[in-house]
């Protein structure tokens, strides 16, 4: 079963945290693409309507509305797709260089835990000084900007390769204006087209929903924390884990373990109880876009989730293996069916460069809500 957030905080209005976070010399060809994009649909409209107007005048029983009515919806189209465009470059400018408000938040109540003068606090204030002078600067939080995984959430209806297309436009345009770094390359020839497209590049999920809106989140994970996933068979005998919420504690205590002084802790795990191979690495991927605050619905996963942090906590590994109090800043449990055979438990460990974001569209395209 999913977990879902049982309360989630309202989100905060990114209408108030985007201006904050926009850099004038990125911000001002967005602003001005958004003007632009009005005006033309107005234009044409007047046009259209001026069109139909006339032709009453000089024939009135002869004027048909369907072309008038083609021609406008032609436009409108056009210019939609282009505030599409506009809408997912800023998704992925805002992802790459703003921390969202739930990890932030949890970074610096770490800050304030850490012990003053300590290894543990400086780099907890270097991570703060990274995120301040990124979103500052409108600059990626960090120099890998990972791989690019986007999740979609749509009506019935919903043109799907019409929409891969116009995010590939954006994931190129957001490469060339530095968004992005060049982090895309073929696997058997290790060439880079400096695009951040190739099979499989951009990662887009699509997911059909009752709501007649659409929904796109954006995660960008970085290659070092992707390293230190992993995925165990239980029974473990090496670990003395079984095939039940123990044997599970003791393997994603395990991955902590051994994910000390690489992946750029402090942490955050996603984890799939279940599944098979591939669908538990999925989903506990998907466990990501969870907000750190919320609450697992089902009670036995909340505690879990709970336990590990609390647990991962008095480890000593601390922010980037230096010793601490702060291991991980949080962990996303949820349970998929599985074969009576099999006994998967996958993880992904996220970075505390959580780079994650995600927006509601209008219907003509613009960005009507922030996510996060
Ligand atoms: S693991 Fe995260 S913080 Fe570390 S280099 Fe990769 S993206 Fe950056």
Redesign the pocket.
């Given at each position: 079963m999913k977990a879902k957030n049982a309360k989630v905080k309202k989100p905060a209005s990114k209408a108030k945290v985007a201006p904050k976070k926009t850099n004038k010399k990125v911000a001002k060809p967005a602003a001005t693409k958004k003007v632009a994009a009005k005006k033309v649909v107005k234009a044409p409209a007047k046009a259209v309507a001026k069109k139909v107007a006339t032709k009453k005048v000089v024939a009135k029983k002869t004027v048909t509305k369907k072309a008038p009515v083609k021609t406008a919806t032609k436009v409108v189209n056009t210019n939609s797709q282009k505030t599409l465009e506009a809408s997912l470059l800023e998704l992925i400018r805002v992802t790459s260089t703003v921390i969202p408000d739930d990890v932030q938040k949890v970074i610096l109540e770490a800050l304030e835990r850490e012990e003053k003068n300590t290894t543990a606090e400086y780099a907890m204030n270097i991570i703060k000084a990274n995120i301040d002078l990124a979103k500052k600067k409108s600059q990626p939080l960090?120099q890998?900007t990972?791989t690019i995984l986007f999740y979609v959430s749509h009506p019935v209806g919903f043109e799907q390769s019409k929409f891969t297309k116009l995010i590939e436009k954006a994931v190129v345009e957001a490469t060339k204006k530095g968004y992005l770094r060049q982090n895309s390359v073929d696997s058997i020839t290790g060439q880079n087209s400096g695009l951040n497209i190739g099979p499989g590049h951009p990662s887009i999920h699509y997911h059909e929903h009752a709501k007649n809106t659409v929904e796109v989140k954006l995660m960008l994970k970085?290659?070092?924390?992707e390293n230190v996933g992993a995925q165990y068979s239980l029974p473990n005998t090496a670990l003395g884990a079984g095939r039940d919420l123990d044997g599970v504690r003791k393997v994603i205590l395990d991955a902590v373990y051994k994910a000390q002084g690489k992946?750029?802790g402090p942490g955050v795990l996603g984890v799939c109880i279940g599944g098979d191979r591939g669908a538990g690495y999925i989903e506990s991927k998907e466990q990501l876009l969870r907000k750190l605050g919320d609450t697992n619905s089902m009670k036995v996963l909340a505690d879990l989730e709970k336990e590990i942090v609390e647990t991962s906590n008095k480890l000593g590994i601390g922010p980037m293996g230096f010793g601490g109090k702060t291991t991980l800043l949080g962990c996303k449990i949820s349970a998929l069916n599985r074969l009576p055979a099999s006994f998967f438990v996958s993880i992904s460990y996220m970075?505390?460069?959580f780079r994650r974001q995600g927006v509601e569209l209008a219907a003509n395209n613009e960005i009507k809500k922030w996510l996060y």
């Amino acid at each position: 079963m999913k977990a879902k957030n049982a309360k989630v905080k309202k989100p905060a209005s990114k209408a108030k945290v985007a201006p904050k976070k926009t850099n004038k010399k990125v911000a001002k060809p967005a602003a001005t693409k958004k003007v632009a994009a009005k005006k033309v649909v107005k234009a044409p409209a007047k046009a259209v309507a001026k069109k139909v107007a006339t032709k009453k005048v000089v024939a009135k029983k002869t004027v048909t509305k369907k072309a008038p009515v083609k021609t406008a919806t032609k436009v409108v189209n056009t210019n939609s797709q282009k505030t599409l465009e506009a809408s997912l470059l800023e998704l992925i400018r805002v992802t790459s260089t703003v921390i969202p408000d739930d990890v932030q938040k949890v970074i610096l109540e770490a800050l304030e835990r850490e012990e003053k003068n300590t290894t543990a606090e400086y780099a907890m204030n270097i991570i703060k000084a990274n995120i301040d002078l990124a979103k500052k600067k409108s600059q990626p939080l960090c120099q890998d900007t990972g791989t690019i995984l986007f999740y979609v959430s749509h009506p019935v209806g919903f043109e799907q390769s019409k929409f891969t297309k116009l995010i590939e436009k954006a994931v190129v345009e957001a490469t060339k204006k530095g968004y992005l770094r060049q982090n895309s390359v073929d696997s058997i020839t290790g060439q880079n087209s400096g695009l951040n497209i190739g099979p499989g590049h951009p990662s887009i999920h699509y997911h059909e929903h009752a709501k007649n809106t659409v929904e796109v989140k954006l995660m960008l994970k970085g290659g070092g924390c992707e390293n230190v996933g992993a995925q165990y068979s239980l029974p473990n005998t090496a670990l003395g884990a079984g095939r039940d919420l123990d044997g599970v504690r003791k393997v994603i205590l395990d991955a902590v373990y051994k994910a000390q002084g690489k992946g750029c802790g402090p942490g955050v795990l996603g984890v799939c109880i279940g599944g098979d191979r591939g669908a538990g690495y999925i989903e506990s991927k998907e466990q990501l876009l969870r907000k750190l605050g919320d609450t697992n619905s089902m009670k036995v996963l909340a505690d879990l989730e709970k336990e590990i942090v609390e647990t991962s906590n008095k480890l000593g590994i601390g922010p980037m293996g230096f010793g601490g109090k702060t291991t991980l800043l949080g962990c996303k449990i949820s349970a998929l069916n599985r074969l009576p055979a099999s006994f998967f438990v996958s993880i992904s460990y996220m970075c505390w460069a959580f780079r994650r974001q995600g927006v509601e569209l209008a219907a003509n395209n613009e960005i009507k809500k922030w996510l996060y």
